[in-house]
């Protein structure tokens, strides 16, 4: 009993010793020339230095014009289909202007509007409230304005999907791997327990291609840089009025809609 | 003095071992909810959380609570609380403990817990919520501890201890006013964006905790040798009767900044909770049952002839307990998610593993403080020889 406290206690002093010491061997390992590998950006990423989005509504008629682009952006992230309503996860999905655009409806819009959906993702705001929520950094903004998720990081405390005013934040409430028709190689699946939503396909944009929506709408949609006068974006932004979901929040949406 | 915990009557031990099979029951329930995930509980997308963070919410204000017994005894050298402050301590002891047991039952990854501490984010509510909460256990756990321990040396406490005891009595409402910060610096849930919210919780608070107290304090009169005290129990009884009016005065307050300027955001969800929206109305019974639990009790506390009847005095505070339960653990964190931000109404209910996970929280929390209250009620007990 006395010999294996003893032999315990040199063991303990010794592993604090050898704790104690790590930073020092650190500092002395790392006085040396740069180690690791070095990363180059990629020569064909698209860049810039806010994006944002202008969705043109008025190139849609119906639910089957917007089908295949939440069909593009589901597919290629991997979301799962879940057949209880409650653990649904949306990344893109569709809501009438009464619903996308709260209180902003009146008793005479006009047919069309009243009818036609609307397109609803995350709006990559420029004063996000979910990151300002994350107490983990886990949901984080990059200099371009895009919101991300590190989903290795999130525990899952849904902070983020109380502040999002826009309720663009879904929730992995089981395990989603069975639900996903056709896995996507190139995107990671996430595990149960875990907060997710669109990324403006960022991993796109670094090898250089367009966000799947973009592609999949035929030029309804189009993603730019805001702080390029020259731009499509703000071409279109230029000659068309557009609105934005709750602008009175001050969040500052980069999704804008021509209605 | 833990050894005090283990010598105890037939009922005492009925009572542990009722408490530990709820406990064993829930375990194997939260293992379950480990292994599926959070889908086992009635949360969804729309009202993203529930029970847990409402029992959360309401057992913050039981803790806070508690320094309304304390406050009285340190700060205003009021001697008849020296009797139960220790009572008031071990409390905030068994609640906070709760909170913490809820925070991490709601977690969806509750093995990534300390990336809060590993990735510290200061602008982040939950970040200073873990904080406070955290702090207020440690005080409460050293002062409770030393002031017992004293008490049955029959030494006073040393000097460090007062000092401790008035820190922790600051810290007391900032625990609750965190809270609130969680819920009303959000952008977009009308319900909770208004600055009457962390008064209000604080206002509850004062009430719930102290009137458990009082009814903790009648059940220690009648299955033990320790008597808490008719002028503390009559003092106790004061102090929520103003804190639950404040509570209803705050609460229309809020009624008629809501109602008078109209604004639809504000006012949706406060109608889904009283009077239903687009058909919805699972919790107008219950709101309208907290609303007249809570009247209720403010007109048998504040008339002096109900009060100083215990019998009343004691039905006053369940009523109260439970209506302030009722606002808080149900109305307030579901009725700001309902409607959704895009204005659906997505109603939410407890589902059955939800509720036994909860109820063994609970059991926890009452264990606890069983263990707690054994120890000091035996160090009364003995240090006044009966």
Redesign the interface.
């Known amino acids: 009993m006395e010999n294996s406290r003893r032999s315990f206690l040199k063991l303990a002093g010794i592993s604090a010793l050898g704790l104690g010491t790590k930073p020092v061997l650190n500092a002395f390992a790392s006085s040396g020339e740069k180690h690791g590998p070095e990363i180059f950006p990629n020569q064909e990423a698209l860049t810039a230095k806010r994006w944002a989005m202008v969705i043109d509504t008025r190139k849609f008629e119906s639910e089957e014009d917007l089908e295949p682009i939440i069909a593009a952006c589901h597919k290629i992230h991997n979301v799962p289909k879940l057949k209880?309503?409650?653990?649904?996860?949306?990344w893109l999905w569709t809501?009438d202007f009464?619903?996308?655009f709260?209180?902003q409806e009146h008793e005479f819009v006009n047919d069309r509007v009243k009818h036609l959906p609307f397109l609803?993702l995350c709006n990559h705001c420029e004063k996000p409230?979910c990151v300002?929520?994350?107490?983990?950094?886990?949901t984080f903004q990059r200099d371009d304005g895009i919101v991300l998720m590190d989903f290795h990081?999130?525990?899952?405390?849904?902070?983020c999907?109380?502040?999002?005013?826009?309720?663009s934040?879904?929730?992995?409430?089981?395990?989603p791997r069975p639900f996903i028709s056709e896995e996507d190689k190139n995107f990671p699946t996430r595990m149960?327990?875990?907060?997710e939503k669109c990324n403006f396909c960022a991993e796109r944009l670094a090898v250089g291609k367009m966000p799947a929506c973009v592609e999949a709408s035929n030029g309804a949609i189009v993603v730019g840089d805001l702080h390029d006068p020259e731009s499509e974006i703000r071409e279109l932004l230029k000659n068309n009025y557009t609105i934005r979901r709750?602008p009175s929040?001050?969040?500052g949406p980069a999704i804008y809609y021509i209605v | 003095m833990l050894e005090l915990a283990i010598k105890g009557g037939k009922k005492y031990w009925i009572l542990i071992g009722g408490l530990l099979a709820v406990m064993g029951i829930a375990f194997v329930f939260w293992l379950w909810q480990l292994s599926?995930?959070?889908?086992i509980?009635?949360?969804?997308?729309?009202v993203?959380?529930g029970f847990y963070i409402a029992q959360f919410t309401f057992l913050v204000g039981v803790a806070a609570g508690g320094v309304m017994v304390v406050l009285p005894y340190y700060l205003h050298d009021y001697k008849a609380f020296g009797r139960i402050t220790i009572l008031g301590e071990f409390l905030a002891i068994a609640a906070v403990i709760m909170c913490l047991m809820f925070?991490i039952a709601?977690?969806?990854?509750?093995m990534?817990?300390l990336?809060?501490i590993?990735?510290p984010?200061p602008?982040?509510?939950?970040?200073w919520d873990?904080i406070v909460l955290n702090v207020y256990l440690l005080l409460n756990i050293i002062v409770g501890w030393n002031v017992i321990e004293a008490e049955r040396n029959n030494i006073k406490y040393p000097g460090w201890i007062k000092a401790l005891a008035i820190f922790s009595i600051i810290w007391a409402p900032l625990i609750h006013t965190v809270t609130a910060f969680?819920?009303c610096g959000?952008?977009?849930?009308g319900f909770w964006l208004t600055a009457i919210l962390a008064p209000r919780f604080l206002a509850s608070a004062f009430a719930a905790g102290p009137a458990l107290l009082i009814l903790l304090c009648l059940i220690i009169r009648r299955v033990t040798k320790f008597d808490p005290g008719r002028e503390q129990i009559q003092s106790l009884a004061k102090i929520v009767t103003y804190a639950i009016i404040i509570n209803v005065f705050f609460f229309l307050c809020e009624i008629f900044v809501v109602f008078y300027s109209r604004i639809?955001?504000h006012m949706d969800h406060i109608k889904y909770l009283f009077f239903g929206l687009h058909g919805h109305g699972a919790l107008v019974p219950w709101m309208w049952t907290a609303m007249a639990f809570m009247v209720t009790s403010i007109i048998l506390l504040v008339n002096p002839v109900t009060r100083k009847n215990e019998a009343v005095l004691a039905f006053a505070c369940v009523i109260l307990f439970i209506g302030t339960w009722i606002d808080k653990g149900m109305g307030m964190i579901s009725g700001?998610?309902v409607p959704?931000?895009?204005?659906?109404v997505v109603e939410y209910a407890p589902t059955i593993p939800e509720i036994i996970i909860t109820l063994g929280v609970w059991a926890t929390g009452f264990f606890i403080l069983t263990i707690l209250f054994k120890i000091a009620i035996t160090v009364k007990e003995e240090v006044s020889g009966v």
């Not at chain 1, 990081?153 to 902070?159: D, E, K, L, P, T």
């Not at chain 2, 509980?41 to 729309?46: A, E, F, I, K, Y």
């Not at chain 2, 602008?123 to 970040?127: A, K, R, Y």
């Open positions: 209880e309503k409650r653990h649904k996860i949306d809501d009464k619903h996308v709260t209180y609803v409230a300002r929520a994350c107490p983990t950094k886990a990081r999130c525990i899952g405390c849904r902070f999907m109380a502040a999002c005013p826009y309720g934040r879904s929730f992995n409430f089981r395990d149960k327990g875990v907060v709750k929040l001050g969040a | 599926f995930g959070l889908g509980t009635g949360m969804s997308r729309d993203s959380w925070i709601d977690l969806g990854q509750p990534r817990a990336n809060v590993f990735y984010t602008g982040s509510v939950l970040f873990m969680l819920y959000l952008p977009g849930r639809p955001s700001g998610f959704n931000p895009l204005h659906h």
